[in-house]
C-alpha cells in the first residue's frame, strides 16, 4: 500500500488547499478594490457634510479658525473645497503647505477597471503622496473636493490584505481538513480497503476467506465491491475447478499411458494369433487387430494432446504453399487414387508462424476432408480438396475446402470441443480443436464457413504475420 505522502489523501489536501488559495486571489483584488472606494466614500461623506455648512455661512473667511479645523480633522482632511455655481469656498487647516505629489480619486467615475487601478497604484505608492477625492456634493451641479495624505488609505488597505490573505488560509486549513475527513471516510478508506483486498486476494487467491464481502452502499464504490466480490468468488471456484481437472488429467495420462503399454502388448499377441491356421480364427484375427489399433491411436492422441497444449509458438519464416503441400502429403491426399488436391498459395508467400503447429493445423483440417470423402466414396462425383489464400488489408485468409457430404449435425454441434465433436467411429474429436487452439495462439481464427455442398474451413491470420 502507499504511504501517506504518495497516497490519495495526501493529494486530495494540497489540491484543496490549492484551489481554494487560488480562488481567493481571483476575489482578493476586486474586494481590495472595493474596500478602498468604500474608504474615500466615507471620507467623501464627510467632506459633502463639511461643504454644506460652508454653503450655508455667508462669509467663510469670518468663521474662526478653531471650529474649521475641527471640521476639517474629523474629515482627516487638510483643505475642503467646495465649488457651486461657478463660485469655490475653501477651508484648510491652519499652517498647511501647498501639496506638492498629489493623486486624484475621482468618485466620480466608479468603473471596475479604474477602481482596481487605483487601488494597486495605492498599494504600490511609498504613502507620501497627497490624495485629492473629488465627487458631486449633494446639491445639483456641485462638486466638493478633500485633500488628505494618502499614507491611511494606503495603511488601511494594507491591513485589509493582510487581514484577507490569513482568513483566507485559515479557511483553505479548516476546509481542507474537514473535507479530508469526510472523504477519507467516505472515499479513501472503502477505496484503500478495496485495494487492499486485491493485493491480498492475488497473493492468495485459492484462500475463500479473502473474498471481499461487500458494503450495502449503492454508488460506484459498492458496485466496484461487488463486482469483485463476484469476481473472487468466480476466480476462486474457477481455480479450484482447474486444479481438481489438472489432477483429473493427471491420473488419466498415468492411466491412459499404461493402457497404451497394455495394448502394445494385446496388439503383438494378436498379431502372433493372425498366423493360426484356424479358419475362424484367421476370420476374427484382422477385426480383432484395427479394433486394437483403433484403441493404442486413441490413447496416443490423448496423450498427445495433454503434452501439446502447453507449448507456445515458436514463430520462424515459413513458406505458406510448400508447407500446405508437405500437410496435404502428411494426410494421404497428394497421390490419393480417388482425390485430387489442388494448392492455389500464391509461390512466395512467407509467413511468420511456428511451421510444426501450422502442419498439425493444416494436417488436422486435410485428413478430415479427406476421411470424409473416402466415407462418401461413389457418392461425390471427382471428389477433391482445394486450399486457397485471400489476402485482405487486415490478414490473410486461408481456406480449405472439399466437395464432400459436409458436416454431419452431430458434429455441428460440438465442433472445436475437445473429445466432443467426432462424429465418426474411431474419432477421438480432437482435430478441429488442436486446430482451433494452435490457430488463436497465434492472433488467428478458425471458423467453419456454411456451404451448399461440402465443407470449408477458413483460418484469418492479422497481417502481422505476413513477412515482405
Ligand atoms: N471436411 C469435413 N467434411 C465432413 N465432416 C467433417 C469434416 N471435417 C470434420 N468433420 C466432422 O467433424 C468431426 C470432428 O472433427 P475432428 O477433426 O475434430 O475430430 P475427428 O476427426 O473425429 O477426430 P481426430 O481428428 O481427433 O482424429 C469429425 O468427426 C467429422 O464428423
Ligand atoms: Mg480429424
Not at 163 to 173: G, L, Q, V
Request: hydrophobic residues 45%; without cysteine; glycine residues 6%.
Amino acid at each position: 500500500m502507499p504511504n501517506f505522502l504518495s497516497g490519495l489523501s495526501i493529494k486530495l489536501m494540497a489540491t484543496i488547499i490549492v484551489v481554494i488559495l487560488t480562488v481567493e486571489v481571483v476575489i482578493f483584488l476586486p474586494s481590495m478594490a472595493n474596500f478602498r472606494a468604500s474608504w474615500l466614500e466615507d471620507r467623501l461623506r464627510v467632506g459633502v457634510v463639511a461643504a454644506r455648512v460652508l454653503d450655508a455661512v455667508p462669509d467663510v473667511m469670518a468663521l474662526p479658525s478653531a471650529l474649521t479645523d475641527r471640521l476639517l480633522i474629523s474629515a482627516g482632511a487638510d483643505a475642503i473645497v467646495y465649488r457651486r455655481e461657478g463660485q469655490s469656498q475653501l477651508i484648510e487647516r491652519d499652517g498647511t503647505k501647498p501639496p506638492e505629489n498629489v493623486v486624484a480619486a475621482d468618485m466620480r467615475r466608479r468603473d471596475f477597471a479604474t477602481l482596481m487601478t487605483g487601488a494597486i497604484n495605492t498599494l504600490l505608492s511609498d504613502g507620501s503622496r497627497t490624495l485629492r477625492i473629488v465627487g458631486d456634493g449633494d446639491m445639483s451641479d456641485s462638486l466638493v473636493e478633500l485633500l488628505m495624505p494618502e499614507r491611511p488609505l494606503r495603511r488601511d488597505l494594507l491591513d485589509y490584505s493582510r487581514n484577507f490573505f490569513i482568513i483566507s488560509f485559515i479557511i483553505a486549513a479548516i476546509t481542507a481538513v474537514v473535507l479530508y475527513g469526510v472523504v477519507s471516510v467516505l472515499f479513501i478508506a472503502p477505496i484503500r480497503r478495496v485495494t487492499q483486498n486485491l493485493i491480498g486476494f492475488r497473493q492468495a487467491p485459492e484462500n475463500a476467506t479473502l473474498i471481499i464481502s461487500p458494503s450495502t452502499r449503492r454508488d460506484e464504490i459498492g458496485i466496484a465491491e461487488r463486482e469483485l466480490a463476484a469476481m473472487e468468488t468466480d476466480l476462486f471456484s474457477m481455480l479450484r475447478q482447474r486444479r481438481h481437472l489438472a489432477d483429473l488429467g493427471l491420473a488419466v495420462a498415468k492411466i491412459n499411458h499404461d493402457l497404451r503399454n497394455t495394448l502394445t502388448s494385446a496388439q503383438l499377441l494378436s498379431d502372433q494369433v493372425a498366423t493360426l491356421d484356424d479358419p475362424k480364427v484367421q476370420r476374427l484375427a484382422p477385426r480383432l487387430v484395427t479394433t486394437l489399433d483403433k484403441a493404442i491411436g486413441f490413447a496416443q492422441s490423448v496423450l498427445d494432446y495433454g503434452r501439446e497444449s502447453a507449448m507456445p509458438p515458436n514463430p520462424t519464416p515459413t513458406n505458406l504453399g510448400t508447407l500446405l503441400d508437405d500437410a496435404a502429403f502428411d494426410a494421404s491426399l497428394v497421390g490419393h487414387p480417388t482425390i485430387s488436391f489442388t494448392n492455389q498459395t500464391p509461390a512466395a508467400l512467407v509467413l511468420n508462424i511456428d511451421a510444426d503447429q501450422f502442419g498439425r493445423i493444416f494436417t488436422n483440417l486435410f485428413k478430415n476432408a479427406r476421411e470424409a470423402l473416402e466415407a462418401s466414396a461413389g457418392k461425390t462425383a471427382s471428389p477433391a480438396v482445394m486450399a486457397e489464400v485471400r489476402p485482405d488489408d487486415s490478414g490473410l485468409f486461408i481456406t480449405i475446402t472439399d466437395n464432400g457430404p459436409g458436416l454431419p449435425p452431430r458434429a455441428r454441434d460440438n465442433l472445436f470441443v475437445a473429445f466432443e465433436g467426432s462424429a465418426r467411429s474411431g474419432g477421438t474429436g480432437l482435430g478441429l480443436a488442436i486446430a482451433r487452439e494452435l490457430t488463436e495462439a497465434h492472433g488467428g481464427t478458425l471458423n467453419l464457413v456454411e456451404q451448399v455442398q461440402g465443407t470449408r474451413f477458413e483460418i484469418f491470420l492479422p497481417a502481422s504475420l505476413k513477412l515482405p
